[in-house]
C-alpha cells in the first residue's frame, strides 16, 4: 500500500488542497476573515523589485514559503505522471504557479507577483532535484519513502490547521 502509485496520487491530491488553502486563504481557519474582493489588485511585473516589507524590513520568509511550497510538487508530479519529462514537469509547475496569481488577481487576494512565480516554479525544479537524488539513493523504495514522508508532513499541517480551528484562531 505504501508503495502503491494510488497512496502517491492521493498523497498528491491531499498536498494540491493544501498549497490551494495556502495561496488563496493564506492559511485562514475563520471563514468570516477570508475576504475576496476587498484588496486593491496589482501586479508587480518586476521580480524582486516589491518584496514584502514589514516594518521597514524585507520578509524573506515569504519568498522562502513560496521556494519550499512548490518543492512537494517536483517531488510527487514525476511519481504520479511517470512518462512526463522534467521539462514537461517543471513548465505544470509554471503554469499552476501562474494559474494561482492569476486567480490571486481575478480574487483581489493578496498579490500578483512576478517574484512568486519564479520562486514557485524554481522550488518546482528543487522538487525535481530532490526526486533524482532519491532516486539514486532509495532506487526502487523512493515511491514507498516519498508516500511515506508525504503522509507524514501532510498529516501533521492537517492536524495544527484543524487545531487551529477548534481553538477559534
Not at 130 to 151: A, D, E, P
Request: net charge positive; glycine share 6%.
Amino acid at each position: 500500500m505504501l508503495a502503491s502509485k494510488k497512496t502517491t496520487q492521493y498523497v498528491f491530491y491531499v498536498y494540491l488542497l493544501l498549497l490551494t488553502w495556502g495561496i488563496l486563504f493564506k492559511f485562514e481557519t475563520n471563514p468570516a476573515f477570508i475576504r475576496f474582493f476587498a484588496a486593491p489588485r496589482s501586479v508587480n511585473w518586476i521580480p524582486f523589485s516589491e518584496p514584502l516589507i514589514v516594518n521597514g524590513k524585507i520578509v524573506v520568509a515569504e519568498m522562502l514559503f513560496n521556494l519550499i511550497f512548490f518543492i512537494p510538487l517536483g517531488i510527487c508530479l514525476p511519481l504520479v505522471k511517470s512518462k512526463w519529462s522534467s521539462w514537461e514537469i517543471a513548465g505544470i509547475g509554471l503554469l499552476l504557479s501562474l494559474f494561482y496569481e492569476c486567480l490571486q488577481y481575478i480574487l483581489a487576494i493578496g498579490a500578483t507577483d512576478m517574484t512568486d512565480l519564479i520562486l514557485n516554479t524554481l522550488g518546482v525544479c528543487l522538487g525535481l532535484l530532490l526526486y533524482q537524488l532519491f532516486r539514486k539513493v532509495l532506487k526502487s523504495q523512493t515511491r514507498k519513502w516519498v508516500n511515506i514522508i508525504g503522509m507524514i508532513v501532510l498529516g501533521l499541517a492537517y492536524l495544527i490547521l484543524l487545531l487551529l480551528i477548534v481553538i477559534g484562531v
